[in-house]
């Protein structure tokens, strides 16, 4: 039969990379994106609700003519640095807006949420690793304000029977196989694009950010998960919440490190030239080594990841960059 499906920030990165897995799968996404950030050309699996999550009526709206059975939340504003010159702004969208598309699921009877979160959430690690029990101390507003959104679920599933998936993303990376669809954030701060673009000479040389880390070639060490790795699992997630599944609150990474000079190599390898590039000091609060413990996703929703190896993460996005 397949599910009607709010798809909130379907026009961003992750989010349509989801709609094309959920239309896929006999799912039936419906885009809902003020397109502040989002592209209108990434919606392509379904109708767009052009609307912002924090406009309860039109949100209802929605909900209500598409008669929507489950929402999934990847509406926010997501750079770290700037939530830490306007920590406002991120509480106010990313915790408000949810509020607000919570509060119209709730009020037209919708109980099941997936919910785009982050390894943000943890702060510094305090092992590697790194599980779903590990303390959660973030460190900038962006990883509290989705931290925040993932208590409030935990209240609305005691307290009033919602079903909720919350997925801690690691290093989102890579480009649908197809090319339909890629990562385009402005500005982009992201490592695999810059690294590529600064490689096609669409970008300045790239920063690498630090080379006196305690990692074995002295750069940071990251988890990159490659997009459609990550909309699997959002369809699993939505199938065991659909099926009468509990909330669940799950990893998503690769589950291996690749430091930032293994990514600027696959890319000189895949891209076939130089990466230009130079180091450059540390960036605040980037600790050196993050990784994910995904035991608890393989387990709760029969997945794995099949794309996240660097060289698939990097071939797919190149293409996608130099697609015709
Ligand atoms: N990075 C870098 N140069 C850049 C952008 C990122 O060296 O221009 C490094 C960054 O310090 C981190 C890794 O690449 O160690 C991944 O950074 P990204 O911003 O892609 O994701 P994050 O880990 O911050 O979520």
Same mark, same amino acid.
């Given at each position: 039969?397949?599910? /009607?499906?709010?798809?909130?920030?379907?026009?961003?990165?992750?989010?349509?990379?989801?709609?094309?897995?959920?239309?896929?799968?006999?799912?039936?996404?419906?885009?809902?994106?003020?397109?502040?950030?989002?592209?209108? +050309?990434?919606?392509?699996?379904? *109708?767009?609700?052009?609307?912002?999550?924090?406009?309860?009526?039109?949100?209802?709206?929605?909900?209500?003519?598409?008669?929507?059975?489950?929402?999934?939340?990847?509406?926010?504003?997501? !750079?770290?640095?700037?939530?830490?010159?306007?920590?406002?702004?991120? !509480?106010?969208? /990313?915790? =408000?807006?949810?509020?607000?598309?919570?509060?119209?699921?709730?009020?037209?009877?919708?109980?099941?949420?997936? !919910?785009?979160?982050?390894?943000? $959430?943890?702060?510094?690690?305090?092992?590697?690793?790194?599980?779903?029990?590990? #303390?959660?101390?973030?460190?900038? #507003?962006?990883? +509290?304000?989705?931290?925040? $959104?993932?208590?409030?679920?935990?209240?609305?599933?005691?307290?009033? =029977?919602?079903?909720?998936?919350? %997925?801690?993303?690691? /290093?989102?990376?890579?480009? &649908?196989?197809?090319?339909?669809?890629?990562?385009?954030?402005?500005?982009?701060?992201?490592? $695999?694009?810059?690294?590529?673009?600064?490689?096609?000479?669409?970008?300045?040389?790239?920063?690498?950010?630090?080379? &006196?880390?305690?990692? *074995? &070639?002295?750069?940071?060490?990251?988890?990159?998960?490659?997009?459609?790795?990550?909309?699997?699992?959002?369809?699993?997630?939505? +199938?065991?919440?659909?099926? =009468?599944?509990?909330?669940?609150? %799950?990893?998503?990474?690769? =589950?291996?490190?690749?430091? $930032?000079? +293994?990514?600027?190599?696959?890319?000189?390898?895949?891209?076939?030239?130089?990466?230009?590039?130079?180091?450059? *000091?540390?960036?605040?609060? &980037?600790?050196?080594?993050?990784?994910?413990?995904?035991?608890?996703?393989?387990?709760? %929703?029969?997945?794995?990841?099949?794309?996240?190896?660097?060289?698939?993460?990097?071939?797919?996005?190149?293409?996608?960059?130099?697609?015709?």
């Amino acid at each position: 039969m397949g599910l /009607n499906v709010l798809v909130a920030g379907g026009a961003g990165y992750v989010g349509a990379h989801v709609c094309k897995a959920l239309a896929r799968a006999g799912h039936h996404p419906v885009v809902l994106d003020s397109l502040a950030h989002g592209h209108r +050309e990434a919606v392509r699996w379904g *109708p767009l609700v052009e609307a912002d999550i924090a406009d309860r009526a039109a949100v209802g709206r929605a909900i209500g003519s598409h008669r929507i059975d489950a929402v999934m939340h990847f509406a926010a504003w997501i !750079f770290v640095g700037e939530s830490m010159t306007s920590p406002l702004k991120y !509480f106010a969208n /990313n915790l =408000g807006g949810s509020l607000a598309l919570l509060d119209a699921a709730m009020a037209a009877g919708v109980r099941r949420v997936v !919910f785009s979160s982050t390894a943000a $959430v943890y702060g510094e690690p305090r092992q590697v690793p790194i599980p779903e029990s590990h #303390p959660t101390e973030p460190i900038n #507003p962006y990883g +509290e304000s989705k931290l925040m $959104v993932e208590r409030v679920l935990r209240w609305l599933d005691r307290q009033q =029977g919602l079903r909720f998936a919350a %997925l801690r993303y690691f /290093n989102a990376s890579g480009a &649908d196989p197809d090319a339909e669809i890629g990562e385009r954030h402005d500005p982009e701060t992201h490592l $695999v694009p810059l690294a590529i673009l600064a490689a096609l000479g669409k970008a300045p040389a790239l920063n690498i950010f630090g080379d &006196d880390y305690d990692t *074995p &070639d002295g750069t940071a060490i990251r988890d990159y998960i490659h997009v459609a790795d990550l909309a699997g699992a959002h369809v699993a997630a939505l +199938e065991h919440l659909a099926a =009468g599944g509990a909330s669940l609150t %799950l990893n998503l990474g690769g =589950g291996s490190g690749t430091s $930032v000079r +293994e990514i600027v190599d696959a890319v000189a390898r895949v891209g076939g030239r130089p990466v230009p590039a130079s180091f450059a *000091p540390r960036r605040p609060g &980037d600790p050196p080594r993050l990784v994910a413990d995904i035991a608890a996703a393989r387990a709760a %929703l029969a997945w794995s990841p099949r794309h996240s190896d660097i060289d698939t993460i990097v071939r797919t996005a190149w293409a996608w960059h130099t697609r015709g």
